[in-house]
């Protein structure tokens, strides 16, 4: 079974955390993830950085652009990952932009993630429709899940023709329509659109994402939801304290 | 034989590129657009509007001038189309008048635009004081420092310029902006984008609204020449919607050959260049599936000219088409040869021309035309915007 299904049948709520791969410093990926895992993070987004980050605030920006100066690439981070389920048994996805995956080859791109053990991919720019018309198939033959964003604006008959594909991984809620790292804090609005998809009743788990920075949003956030995931502010605290400032971070969430 | 179409189809795409790959938080922006942007242009109040805006705003029709030294000196007929005599002086306020009237009727409040020389950001500028919108623009920080005069005429109209200080700080960087924006403001704010890029339905939309240029010079050839229609249409491509626009009613008859001219910058394998079709591989640039400058990697990279209105590290996604299917044959010219174009056309003919303009011009020292062909050029902007680089080359 694909990790992520099973990561998602356990009773507690998920905490994901998102980092951009080659910042602080290019071989920092292993230890990042590892330091994660250890530190009881239910779930890692891997951020493959890409020089036109359109879905994303300063924050995950920056780092993408010192990551891509540090040399960091699709094939330097493949390289880098090659070995990863030797020491780690977490759900991995590989979060990017289309174009990158589209100049490796969609098919290879699929196939070579999944030797390494990636279990799926989140692809911002990579249109739903567009991706059931004509890559389902390659996620599909090599048992990756895509997941799909949805936001305030998404319709209720989109979200739950969404739903009808995302039963054994998990849909994306964006908490508001917004880039990351964008917020301060969830307003009256945001709390009302996650009770309006709790309402749903859907058959697929979310997890909130954007805009979750502290112990108080993380909650708000998981109240219905299944999980959530952190970028921006995991980002800010590894650029302020480094790798040894992680288990700190992922304590002060769960608090 | 295979008839080709090379308008858009239903999903947004021309042949193999365009289409609309944006990230969810798009959507709903962009949904709104493509299933209003055919009807409301048809109504017969919009068209009213607009019209009555491109005559006695713009200053439309703009002549079709008989270059008479010019076609002496090369030995073919050349005419030129004066979109350089538009107000704010560039083809690019037909776009931001069709498309603020078109904001108007979406009910949107407030105007964003990107820009990189800054004639786009004028122009949408322009039409906001018009309409008394508020409007930002973003420009690359860059950009803003090499393009001083163009900045103070956008503070001048009102607009607020707000710098990209991401990635580059170019044109590109500028329009991930710009698209950032436009998703923190789903609901309140339409994107006036400034050529024919970005995700459909923009690139047909704004090529709709150039068209203008060719619906005019079709009948300005037929009353002016002796020919009933041009053998040869010429333009500049940055993003290309000066090119989509002169090409438009002529795209489909094959009798009407059709020249797209590029960027080569410092020359196309110097590694300084614009030149998207000679150095572009097929990828995806700001919601667009084209062809675009990048990496082996899929990184988008930084192209180089001398004039920041050509600066673009993609094409549009009809041009990418045009120049997959050999409609269009592609040219590519240095800053060098686009100066001295420049120079040539002032002293000759009296028109100092954009930069960007400049380069379609030098194309008569690359290629032969018949004598009797009429080649139309599309004089797509005034060179009073650049002037400080001419005087930085020539030592003015
Ligand atoms: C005078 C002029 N011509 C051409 C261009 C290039 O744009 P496009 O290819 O969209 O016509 C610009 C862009 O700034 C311009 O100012």
Aim: net charge negative.
């Amino acid at each position: 079974m694909n990790r992520i299904t099973s990561k998602l049948k356990e009773s507690k709520k998920l905490l994901s955390i998102y980092f951009t791969a080659g910042f602080p410093k290019l071989e920092d990926t292993v230890e990042i993830i590892k330091r994660l895992q250890d530190a009881g993070v239910d779930m890692v987004e891997i951020g493959l950085p890409y020089s036109d980050p359109l879905a994303d605030g300063p924050t995950i920006q920056q780092s993408s652009t010192k990551a891509l100066k540090n040399g960091m690439s699709t094939r330097k981070l493949f390289e880098q990952i090659k070995d990863i389920r030797d020491h780690i048994d977490i759900p991995l996805i590989i979060m990017g932009y289309f174009n990158p995956m589209l100049q490796y080859g969609v098919r290879q791109f699929c196939h070579d993630v999944s030797e390494i053990g990636i279990d799926g991919l989140i692809m911002p720019d990579l249109p739903y429709d567009y991706w059931l018309e004509y890559h389902k198939k390659d996620y599909d033959d090599f048992n990756l899940k895509h997941i799909q964003l949805i936001t305030p604006q998404t319709s209720e008959e989109r979200i739950k023709n969404i739903d009808q594909q995302s039963k054994d991984a998990f849909i994306y809620m964006v908490s508001s329509s917004s880039t990351t790292g964008s917020q301060s804090g969830f307003a009256e609005e945001q709390l009302n659109y996650f009770d309006k998809i709790a309402s749903y009743n859907l058959d697929s788990p979310q997890i909130v994402g954007f805009g979750i920075k502290d112990n108080i949003t993380f909650h708000q956030a998981t109240k219905h939801a299944k999980g959530a995931i952190i970028g921006s502010a995991f980002i800010k605290a590894l650029e302020n304290k480094g790798v040894n400032g992680i288990e700190d971070f992922v304590k002060s969430i769960r608090a | 034989m295979k008839t080709m179409n090379y308008n858009v189809n239903a999903k947004g795409f021309y042949g193999d590129f365009g289409g609309a790959f944006i990230p969810e938080m798009l959507k709903p922006n962009v949904d709104e657009l493509r299933e209003n942007y055919l009807k409301i242009t048809a109504q017969k109040d919009f068209q009213k509007d607009f019209d009555d805006l491109l005559k006695d705003y713009v200053g439309r029709p703009t002549p079709l001038y008989f270059s008479k030294r010019l076609s002496e000196k090369y030995q073919t007929q050349i005419y030129l189309k004066r979109e350089d005599l538009c107000h704010t002086g560039a083809h690019k306020i037909n776009n931001t008048i069709g498309q603020i009237l078109l904001a108007q009727r979406l009910g949107k409040k407030r105007i964003i635009a990107e820009t990189g020389a800054g004639q786009h950001g004028v122009a949408t500028a322009t039409v906001c004081a018009l309409m008394g919108m508020p409007c930002v623009i973003y420009m690359g920080a860059i950009d803003i420092k090499r393009q001083a005069p163009n900045v103070a005429r956008m503070k001048m109209l009102g607009a607020k310029v707000v710098p990209a200080e991401s990635g580059s700080k170019t044109l590109k960087d500028a329009t991930n902006e710009a698209i950032r924006d436009w998703i923190n403001h789903p609901e309140d704010t339409h994107y006036i984008i400034g050529s024919v890029v970005g995700p459909h339905p923009f690139p047909d939309m704004v090529a709709r609204f150039q068209s203008v240029i060719s619906q005019e010079v079709k009948t300005q050839v037929k009353a002016q020449s002796r020919k009933e229609k041009p053998d040869y249409i010429m333009a500049c491509v940055g993003g290309g919607s000066n090119a989509a626009g002169i090409y438009y009613d002529f795209l489909n008859d094959k009798d009407v050959k059709i020249i797209a001219v590029e960027a080569a910058g410092k020359g196309v394998s110097t590694g300084e260049s614009a030149a998207t079709s000679q150095l572009g591989k097929q990828g995806i640039i700001h919601g667009s599936k084209t062809l675009l400058m990048q990496s082996d990697d899929g990184q988008i990279t930084e192209p180089y000219s001398i004039s920041a209105g050509l600066d673009y590290p993609g094409i549009g996604p009809m041009h990418a088409h045009l120049y997959a299917s050999k409609r269009s044959e592609f040219i590519s010219i240095t800053d060098d040869e686009a100066m001295q174009a420049g120079w040539q056309l002032s002293q000759l003919e009296g028109i100092i021309p954009a930069i960007e303009t400049a380069h379609a011009f030098a194309v008569f020292e690359h290629r032969q035309f018949q004598p009797d062909d009429v080649v139309v050029v599309n004089l797509s902007g005034r060179g009073d915007k650049d002037l400080q680089t001419y005087m930085d080359y020539f030592k003015l």
